[in-house]
């Protein structure tokens, strides 16, 4: 553990009598279980009091150079509690984030052949994207810019670019978009499904998490869209961007795999 990371950690957990959790009452400042792993950006750590669990989020440094934007981050989140879909959101600033321990499992490849669960993400999806906020929509141009200026070359940039231009010019009503809906962001349980990891999300185009989730064919046999190929180049082309401004800033890449 990093000077910084412990640092951070002693301070929220030290603030412990300011976090926001609704009716339940903590007699203790919490303690770190476990640090969990799996995340290729930030740090997370398992922490409990009696009964109480949560996880607290240390950020990356290099918040900005991924496209993330703290203070939307958490505005979005804010707005999202009422719908039963996202983790309770318990304390936030700059640098750290805690959250409700969601219990159960995450979503595998075979549940999404699996209607229930189709229908059960989907109604979250319906849920998250009928809450109005008023903040800019996403100009994905300039979100592409702002990964392929950090590279010295990337390979198939220009067909991203037009993807994105085109998706900006076409008339659509922006809603709150995930943008990063893998398979390790969704947890399921008796209760339902929750979405987690909220870092990427802005207003944006209502079928991005849609694609990402259940695929072309669902997105075709389910809603009128004539531009689907053009968003999957723009999702799957940020995806790209992603792991090379991660993995190789400022140096020729060639990126591959899926974030």
Known sequence: MSSRTDKLLHRVLHRWRDWSMGDYRLSESPAILEQLLGGMTNESFLIGSGDFRAVIR???????????????????????????????????????????????????????????????????????????????VRNYSAYIGLYSDQLAHFEGLAE??????????????????????????????????????????????????????????????NYPCSSIDTLETLQNGIVKLWYAVQDDPLKESTPNGNN
Not at 92 to 108: A, E, M, P, Y
Not at 184 to 210: C, K, S, T
């Open 58 to 136: 240390v950020n990356a440094l290099n918040t900005h150079s991924l496209g993330i934007d703290r203070d939307r981050e958490f505005a979005l989140l804010g707005h999202l509690q009422s719908t039963d879909c996202v983790p309770r959101l318990i304390y936030s600033d700059s640098d750290v984030q805690v959250t409700q321990l969601i219990k159960g499992r995450h979503l595998s490849l075979a549940d999404l052949a699996n209607t229930d669960i189709q229908d059960s993400l989907e109604t979250c999806v319906q849920r998250i994207q009928a809450i109005t906020v008023d903040m800019p």
């Open 160 to 221: 991203i670019q037009c993807a994105a231009t085109i998706i900006d010019e076409l008339d659509w009503t922006p809603v709150i978009t995930h943008h990063d809906l893998i398979l390790e962001n969704i947890i399921i349980n008796d209760q339902g499904v929750y979405f987690l990891d909220w870092e990427y999300a802005d207003l944006g185009h209502p079928m991005i998490d849609r694609i990402k989730l259940f695929g072309r064919n669902y997105c075709e046999d």
